[in-house]
């Protein structure tokens, strides 16, 4: 699995474009649709994955075909197969009661919006958030492996037991 990162917006939002086998899965299509659209080339979309609806995350959300688009409410807290990607979904409110987080298991990479990144978790202040969601959501994430990979929202890639611990 190849995972790209697109930086969008003026929020510099990190937008995924996940490849495998000519197929892709793209999370949080934040703004700059064209710039997006070199990375995806001629690779079959198969899913758009939204991890929460805060503008920066959703801003070129309106150029993908609306049946390919998934978020928690057309996501359940389960394993889906989507293609050749295999990956769980996890609820974890608290910067907003909509964020999802996307676990590919054989990968060992989380995708948390902005769940958690690196040295940091989401603001609470936010719309949409609360502090009592965001430490069930972190105590949550205590039961998976220390060493998953996250690819955050915003900045650097940093690991699971660096931001628990």
Do not use: W
């Amino acid at each position: 699995m190849k995972i790209d990162r697109v930086v969008v917006g003026k929020l510099q939002t990190n937008c995924y474009i996940i490849s495998k086998n000519q197929k892709c899965i793209i999370i949080d299509p934040g703004d700059e649709y064209e710039k997006i659209k070199k990375y995806i080339g001629d690779k079959k979309i198969v899913g758009v994955i939204i991890t929460h609806y805060h503008f920066d995350h959703i801003g070129a959300l309106k150029y993908f075909d609306k049946s390919l688009i998934l978020d928690k409410n057309n996501l359940d807290e389960k394993i889906y197969k989507m293609g050749d990607f295999e990956f769980e979904i996890i609820y974890t409110p608290g910067h907003k009661e909509d964020a999802i987080t996307i676990y590919f298991h054989e990968e060992n990479v989380m995708f948390t919006g902005d769940f958690i990144f690196k040295n940091a978790i989401g603001r609470t202040d936010l719309d949409g958030g609360n502090m009592l969601d965001m430490i069930n959501s972190l105590n949550k994430m205590k039961k998976y492996n220390m060493n998953i990979i996250i690819y955050p929202g915003h900045g650097d890639t940093t690991i699971l037991r660096d931001e628990l611990c």
